[in-house]
């Protein structure tokens, strides 16, 4: 039987299954597809393995619900940290997490001996056309146009570790959403895929989104994507530096701080429930 815990940031929910206590899923691929699943699994956007690092105080390891491998999830990090510290791996204030991006560093705000809020290191995004990576003109590609069908659709591209593609629009629909969501995803433009997201701009402190990630679907939140979102704001000049980002399943707090280019995102991670799963 493997120990798991469902945890979500901002709705945007996972398996997670600690590797300190118990050996690794053989098969981390097959197992991410059968716990995902809504209907007759745990349920979940995908699987996060938390397992020992040699150079930092836990390792994470993302599959999404398709299977598929990812770099990096900034709401999953959170609850990693959450995880790390609530489970004794590691009782400190400031946690280092290795990622597919390389070693991020978290600060915990600690509630009656438990992670409520993380403030996370997001480091520098990533603008070079070749390593998002897209083949869209420009390095980043700032309103770069696709059509898709009868559409014309503007986006501006940046890699948080993991690549995203960013439209502004005036409304943000289903059928945009839904529809244009999976063809962007899979666009030859994004030999890797793309997380797509699509952003209505409130005013230049804040913004609303929706996301349709790579090998997810929709989902309540994307952290990273709206790290990518500010970035995006900020070069097309929509957005200030310090903004609040209104996703389906709550608010970010992100910071692109000009001093070293890193990006901050702060939000809380939350505990579902502990359980386990049958291992054939």
Same mark, same amino acid.
């Given at each position: 039987?493997?120990?798991?815990?469902?945890?979500?940031?901002?709705?945007?929910?996972?398996?997670?299954?600690?590797?300190?206590?118990? +050996?690794?899923?053989?098969?981390?691929? =097959?197992?991410?597809?059968?716990?995902?699943?809504?209907?007759?699994?745990?349920?979940?956007?995908?699987?996060?393995?938390?397992? #020992?690092?040699?150079?930092?105080?836990?390792?994470?390891?993302?599959?999404?619900?398709?299977?598929?491998?990812?770099?990096?999830? =900034?709401?999953?990090?959170?609850?990693?940290?959450?995880?790390?510290?609530?489970?004794?791996?590691?009782?400190?204030?400031?946690?280092?997490?290795?990622?597919?991006?390389?070693?991020?560093?978290?600060?915990?705000?600690?509630?009656?001996?438990?992670?409520?809020?993380?403030?996370?290191?997001?480091?520098?995004?990533?603008?070079?056309?070749?390593?998002?990576?897209?083949?869209?003109?420009?390095?980043? +590609?700032?309103?770069?146009?696709?059509?898709?069908?009868?559409?014309?659709?503007?986006?501006?591209?940046?890699?948080?570790?993991? +690549?995203?593609?960013?439209?502004?629009?005036?409304?943000?629909?289903?059928?945009?959403?839904?529809?244009?969501? #999976?063809?962007?995803?899979?666009?030859?433009?994004?030999?890797?895929?793309?997380?797509?997201?699509?952003?209505?701009?409130?005013?230049?402190?804040?913004?609303?989104?929706?996301?349709?990630?790579?090998?997810? =679907?929709? @989902?309540?939140?994307?952290?990273?994507?709206?790290?990518?979102?500010?970035?995006?704001?900020?070069?097309?000049?929509?957005?200030?530096?310090?903004?609040?980002?209104?996703?389906?399943?709550?608010?970010?707090?992100?910071?692109?701080?000009?001093?070293?280019?890193?990006?901050?995102?702060?939000? +809380?991670? @939350?505990?579902?429930?502990?359980?386990?799963?049958?291992?054939?």
């Amino acid at each position: 039987m493997l120990k798991f815990i469902k945890m979500h940031g901002l709705g945007n929910d996972y398996v997670y299954v600690d590797c300190f206590r118990q +050996p690794t899923p053989s098969d981390p691929v =097959g197992l991410a597809k059968l716990v995902a699943d809504r209907h007759f699994g745990v349920g979940g956007d995908g699987l996060i393995l938390v397992c #020992p690092s040699e150079i930092a105080d836990a390792r994470m390891r993302m599959f999404n619900a398709d299977g598929s491998k990812s770099e990096m999830c =900034g709401n999953g990090i959170r609850c990693v940290a959450k995880l790390v510290h609530d489970q004794g791996i590691s009782p400190k204030n400031r946690l280092t997490i290795e990622t597919g991006r390389g070693v991020l560093v978290l600060d915990l705000e600690i509630v009656g001996g438990k992670v409520s809020q993380v403030r996370v290191d997001m480091g520098e995004p990533i603008l070079e056309a070749a390593l998002i990576p897209t083949t869209l003109p420009g390095s980043p +590609p700032k309103e770069a146009e696709i059509i898709l069908g009868s559409q014309i659709l503007r986006f501006t591209c940046v890699s948080m570790g993991n +690549p995203h593609a960013v439209t502004f629009v005036n409304a943000i629909e289903t059928s945009l959403v839904f529809g244009i969501g #999976p063809q962007v995803e899979t666009h030859p433009f994004f030999p890797k895929r793309t997380n797509v997201e699509f952003v209505r701009v409130d005013n230049r402190g804040e913004f609303t989104m929706r996301v349709w990630e790579r090998g997810s =679907g929709e @989902t309540l939140a994307c952290g990273t994507g709206a790290c990518a979102v500010l970035v995006a704001g900020v070069l097309t000049g929509r957005l200030d530096r310090r903004v609040i980002g209104h996703l389906q399943g709550g608010d970010l707090q992100l910071e692109w701080e000009e001093s070293t280019n890193h990006v901050f995102m702060t939000g +809380p991670a @939350t505990e579902v429930f502990h359980g386990t799963w049958p291992l054939a």
